[in-house]
């Protein structure tokens, strides 16, 4: 057990001079050599002598609480050092993942409101345009042009229209508010976890032998399943079919 000069006293740190000098002629009295014959008891006395000399003294006592909090440094061969934590490989990629996280939480935060005000300017400057500076409300179906963007305005809806035609519903409610399973240190293991379990369901597929069915149809079971498939009609229309979409595409 660490003894330091407060328990061999059995005083607190806090302890004040006259404390400290009542614990000492307290002490003194029950380890004088004269009482003592043990043979350790005058190395004791004269201990208990130096520890109170040092806490009796405010500089020494100062000096002497400051190792008493911090420790006493260490020799590492250039000089003196204190011993401090130092976060393993696993600590560091936790740490690292926290932060990213935190930081990547933030920047959705900052990302959702933007974008709810990027909403907001398109809805006034739509109905802006639709019902005229005054902005009197007009029920009257109209399609505007907002920062080379299609708008249709119908009544106190607005609605953005793509090049295809297709007709979207503006509101500040229609912008998804960030969750926890949007982060990224969170969909990349979400996605490393759901390649290892793919890979592992192919290996244990082909461990048994199996054939992998290819766009959800049955394995054939033989070679001439596979040729008679390739020879029917409809085979051959389906092949003529992908190969036109294959060109299409080029």
């Known amino acids: 057990e660490d003894v330091t000069f407060y328990s061999f006293l059995n005083v607190e740190s806090s302890a004040t001079e006259k404390e400290i000098a009542r614990a000492y002629r307290k002490l003194s009295l029950a380890l004088h050599p004269d009482k003592n014959p043990d043979a350790n008891s005058k190395e004791r006395f004269a201990l208990l002598g ?13 000096r002497y609480n400051f190792f008493y909090k911090n420790g006493v440094p260490k020799w ?58 005054r ?3 007009q029920n009257a179906r109209k399609r505007v042009n907002v920062n080379d963007k299609q708008f249709i305005v119908d009544g106190d809806n607005v609605a953005f229209l793509t090049d295809e035609g297709e007709e979207f519903l503006l509101g500040e409610d229609k912008v998804a508010k960030p969750c926890f399973r949007d982060l990224f240190p969170v969909l990349i293991c979400k996605t490393t976890l759901e390649k290892i379990l793919t890979l592992l369901r192919l290996k244990s597929k082909s461990i048994n032998g199996m054939e992998i069915p290819v766009d959800g ?16 009609p409809k085979g051959k229309a389906r092949r003529r079919k992908l190969d036109r979409k294959a060109k299409s595409n080029i």
């Open 50 to 62: 130096s520890i109170a000399a040092i806490l009796r003294n405010p500089e020494s006592r100062e």
């Open 76 to 133: 590492r061969g250039t000089g003196w050092y204190y011993e401090r934590y130092r976060p393993g490989l696993t600590g560091v990629l936790i740490g690292l993942f926290v932060l990213c996280s935190f930081l990547h939480y933030i920047v959705m935060w900052v990302n959702f409101y933007q974008e709810k005000k990027r909403m907001r300017f398109f809805i006034k400057e739509a109905r802006e345009i639709a019902w005229g500076k």
């Open 135 to 137: 902005m009197k409300k």
């Open 217 to 232: 149809k049955e394995p054939f079971s033989s070679d001439d399943e596979r040729s008679e498939a390739g020879d029917h």
